[in-house]
């Protein structure tokens, strides 16, 4: 389980070709890893990788083909990745409860200064479009952010500098594709209200 508050933005070195996926070498920047070990959990772009291997400042992970069918982001040599370890009980919840598992890829529509911050605007896939709400929570490439508005699919999010300056949505651009994970609790809310429909059936 993470929070979705970024620690540290490292940088993919070299994706190594395995029988059903990759194996990434990531240069950790930053990210303390006195406390890491391997089998620890790494959020990277918003994606839970288990770690397999840890030199210096470089960490590596094997990440499945079904994971990267279905994310952005992690088959790219020198791309830059929002990096969190995962949560401890004791941890501030900083963000939001965020799982590492992405829902859905989205595509950038804007991305531009808006006075001091920036305005992201994100076309999300009609398969989640539902879970997102005005003033809730969405993990973009593993950051925690709050909506700010909702036009069907579309929807937009403030950028404060702070958040653009330490992470890697600084890159973006219109047509980007970016790793979108909903809110936890609108997934258990619409399946307990799918739930109680089934059984009244």
Not at 8 to 19: L, M, N, Q
Not at 33 to 49: E, F, H, K, R
Not at 99 to 105: A, F, I, L, P
């Amino acid at each position: 389980m993470f929070s979705g508050i970024v620690a540290a933005c490292g940088r993919i070195e070299e994706v190594t070709p395995r029988t059903d996926g990759v194996r990434l070498t990531v240069d950790v920047g930053g990210l303390d890893l006195t406390d890491v070990t391997i089998g620890d959990s790494i959020a990277n772009n918003g994606v839970c990788l288990t770690v397999v291997a840890i030199a210096g400042n470089r960490v590596q992970f094997d990440v499945s083909r079904a994971t990267l069918d279905c994310t952005v982001g992690l088959e790219t040599p020198g791309a830059a990745v929002n990096l969190e370890k995962a949560l401890r009980l004791s941890d501030r919840l900083g963000g939001h409860l965020v799982t590492g598992h992405v829902d859905g890829v989205g595509e950038v529509l804007r991305f531009a200064p808006v006075g001091d911050s920036h305005e992201l605007v994100i076309r999300a896939p009609a398969a989640i479009a539902g879970y997102i709400a005005r003033k809730g929570s969405i993990t973009v490439n593993g950051v925690s952010l709050t909506v700010n508005r909702v036009v069907g699919t579309d929807f937009s999010i403030n950028l404060i500098p702070h958040t653009v300056a330490v992470t890697n949505l600084k890159h973006l651009t219109a047509s980007s594709r970016v790793n979108l994970e909903i809110d936890l609790i609108a997934r258990y809310v619409e399946r307990l209200a799918a739930w109680r429909e089934e059984s009244a059936q």
